[in-house]
């Protein structure tokens, strides 16, 4: 089992940037995959950012994309996603998740209690 805890959440006005933290313990020997997902009021949750396990390898949401960065700590067990240039359309509850299987696309197996970002016009 893997416990995923996000930290760095919090209120912004648009422009500003948030940097926020998840932390895995337990069997983080299995972790390959990490990566942020959101999900803000009313609608589904949905892909953010992930990046593989040596950190080369990074996907990005499109809309996001020059603005976040993900990066990982293997050392620490932690995975962070510095948004920068905030809108207020980033506003949403983000979620840290990590994946056991080595595929780069596959799904996530383990999910944190989420974060929430709040974006100010």
């Known amino acids: 089992q893997v416990q995923l805890v996000e930290s760095g959440g919090g209120s912004v006005q648009a422009g500003g940037s948030l940097r926020l933290s998840c932390a895995a313990t337990?069997?983080?020997?299995?972790?390959?995959?990490m990566g942020w997902f959101r999900q803000a009021p009313g609608k589904e949750r949905e892909f953010v950012a992930r990046v593989n396990w040596s950190g080369v390898l990074t996907t990005y949401k499109d809309s996001v994309k020059d603005r976040f960065t993900i990066t990982r700590d293997n050392a620490k067990n932690t995975v962070d996603l510095q948004m920068n240039l905030l809108k207020p359309e980033d506003t949403a509850v983000y979620y840290c998740a990590a994946s056991t299987s080595p595929d780069s696309e596959s799904a996530f197996d383990y999910w944190g209690q989420g974060t929430q970002v709040t974006v100010s016009s």
């Open positions: 337990g069997d983080t020997d299995s972790i390959y995959g």
